[in-house]
C-alpha cells in the first residue's frame, strides 16, 4: 500500500495549493495521517498531522497560521491547504500513516510525493 499525495505545482510567493493524500483499497477514516516535506538538501520534515478518529490536528511552528490539514472521508482523502507560501516551503511534500498517533516516530505507507515550487 502506498499513500499518492498530488496537487503540487509552481506557485508564486502568497499564493495557495491544496494538496490530497488519498489511496486505494484501504480506508483512512481511522489513520493518523501526517504530511511531511523534503527541501533540497535539507533532511524530512514533519508539517502536519491529523490524528485518527478524534481529529485532532498539528502543525509545524513554520507552517502555522498559514497550513489547514482536514479529511474528507467519503473521498477517503486527506488534504493539506496551503495558504501565503514562501519560496521556503519549496519542498517534495510526502504523506504516510502511523499507528502511534501525531506523535509517532515509525510511519509508513510512503508515496512518491509531490513537488512544490514556490518562486516568482
Known amino acids: 500500500v502506498q499513500l499518492q499525495a498530488s496537487g503540487g505545482g509552481l506557485v508564486q510567493p502568497g499564493g495557495s495549493l491544496r494538496l490530497s493524500c488519498t489511496t486505494s483499497?484501504?480506508?483512512?477514516?481511522?489513520?493518523?495521517i501526517g504530511w511531511f516535506r523534503q527541501g533540497p538538501g535539507k533532511e524530512r520534515e514533519g508539517v502536519s498531522c491529523?490524528?485518527?478518529?478524534?481529529?485532532?490536528?498539528r502543525y509545524a511552528n513554520s507552517v502555522k497560521g498559514r497550513f489547514t490539514i482536514s479529511r474528507d472521508n467519503a473521498k477517503n482523502t486527506v488534504y493539506l491547504q496551503m495558504n501565503s507560501l514562501q519560496p521556503a516551503d519549496t519542498a517534495v511534500y510526502y504523506c504516510?500513516?502511523?499507528?502511534?498517533?501525531?506523535?509517532?516516530?515509525?510511519?509508513?505507507?510512503w508515496g512518491q510525493g509531490t513537488q512544490v515550487t514556490v518562486s516568482s
Open positions: 491529523i490524528s485518527g478518529s478524534a481529529g485532532s490536528t
Open positions: 504516510a500513516t502511523s499507528d502511534e498517533g501525531c506523535g509517532g516516530s515509525s510511519w509508513y505507507w
Open positions: 483499497g484501504v480506508t483512512l477514516d481511522l489513520r493518523h
